[in-house]
Nanobody, 115 residues
């Protein structure tokens, strides 16, 4: 079992930066894919970025060049550095661990970007 706790969300002006963290309790394996998703009010939950145990990353087109995902396997922690934030980035951000067919989710952290 994996429990995930996100932190680092908040209110920021457009153009600003935030760094999200996700602390995982329980073992995180190299084969696990970790990722960030976001969900705006009335919208579906969408992929932001994922990272494999070997460091291969994948980003949604809307965040490429602005967001950077990273993981510290020794600390069981996932990060999302968000720069040049836009009002359209406003959403609840969720941490995810995908282990074969199973998905583990955190409770989310709110990110609000004001114009």
């Amino acid at each position: 079992q994996v429990q995930l706790v996100e932190s680092g969300g908040g209110l920021v002006q457009a153009g600003g930066s935030l760094r999200l963290s996700c602390a995982a309790s329980g073992s995180i394996f190299r084969a696990d894919v970790m990722g960030w998703y976001h969900q705006a009010p009335g919208e579906q939950r969408e992929l932001v970025a994922t990272i494999t145990g070997s460091g291969t990353t994948n980003y949604a087109d809307s965040v490429k060049g602005r967001f950077t995902i990273s993981r510290d396997n020794a600390k069981n922690t996932l990060y999302l550095q968000m720069n040049s934030l836009e009002p359209e980035d406003t959403a609840v951000y969720y941490c995810n661990v995908r282990r074969f067919a199973r998905n583990f989710w955190g409770r989310g952290t709110q990110v609000t970007v004001s114009s």
